[in-house]
C-alpha cells in the first residue's frame, strides 16, 4: 500500500512539473518566438542598410548638377566633384603641414609670399580641396544617416530634421562646387 501511495504521490507531483514545465516552456517558447522574429527584423534591416549603402557607393555619390561645358579654346580650372575626396584633402594637409609651414616658419623662411605666385596657388588649392571634402563628406554622412534612420523608424522627426540638415549640406557643397576653380 505504501508503495502504491507512494507511486501515486510520485505521479501527482510529476503532473504538477509537467503543468509548471508546460505552462513556463510556453512561455519560454514565446519569448524566444519573439526573439527569433526580432533577430530576423534586425538582420533583414541589417541586410537593407548594407545593400543600400553598396548601392550608394557604386551610384558614385554624384551629388550636384554637372557644370556647363565651357566655350572650345578656355581652359577649364574647375575643380571636379569626384576630386574632393578624403584622400586629396588629407595630402593638402600634409602639404600645409610640411611644406608650406617650413615655407613660413623654416631657417629659410619666405619674407615676401608676393614675390612668388606659387606660394598663394598652393595654398590657396590646398584650402579649397579641404574645404570641399569635409562639405562633401557632411552631405555623405546625413545621406547615409537618412537612409539607414529611415529604414528602421520611417516617419519621424528625426528623419524629418535629417532631409533638412542634408538638403542644407547638398545646397552648401554644391554651391562650392559650381564656384571652385583651381589657382593657377
Not at 584622400?87 to 611644406?99: C, G, I, P, R, S
Amino acid at each position: 500500500m505504501k508503495n502504491r501511495h507512494n507511486k501515486r504521490m510520485q505521479s501527482d507531483q510529476n503532473a504538477r512539473y509537467a503543468f509548471i514545465l508546460s505552462a513556463d516552456a510556453k512561455r519560454y517558447v514565446a519569448i524566444l518566438d519573439e526573439g527569433v522574429k526580432l533577430m530576423v527584423r534586425v538582420l533583414a534591416s541589417t541586410i537593407l542598410v548594407f545593400l543600400l549603402a553598396s548601392q550608394h557607393a557604386v551610384a558614385a555619390d554624384v551629388l550636384c548638377p554637372k557644370n556647363a561645358p565651357l566655350q572650345e579654346g578656355v581652359d577649364d580650372l574647375r575643380m571636379q566633384e569626384d576630386e574632393f575626396t578624403a584622400e586629396q584633402a588629407m595630402d593638402a594637409v600634409k602639404f600645409l603641414q610640411t611644406d608650406f609651414s617650413k615655407r613660413i616658419f623654416g631657417t629659410n623662411a619666405v619674407k615676401d609670399f608676393h614675390a612668388w605666385s606659387g606660394h598663394y596657388i598652393s595654398y590657396a588649392n590646398s584650402l579649397k580641396f579641404i574645404e570641399g571634402a569635409l562639405l562633401k563628406q557632411q552631405v555623405l554622412i546625413n545621406r547615409a544617416r537618412l537612409k539607414e534612420l529611415s529604414v528602421l523608424v520611417p516617419e519621424s522627426a528625426e528623419i524629418s530634421q535629417l532631409k533638412v540638415n542634408l538638403e542644407a549640406a547638398t545646397q552648401k557643397f554644391c554651391v562650392l562646387l559650381s564656384t571652385a576653380e583651381y589657382v593657377d
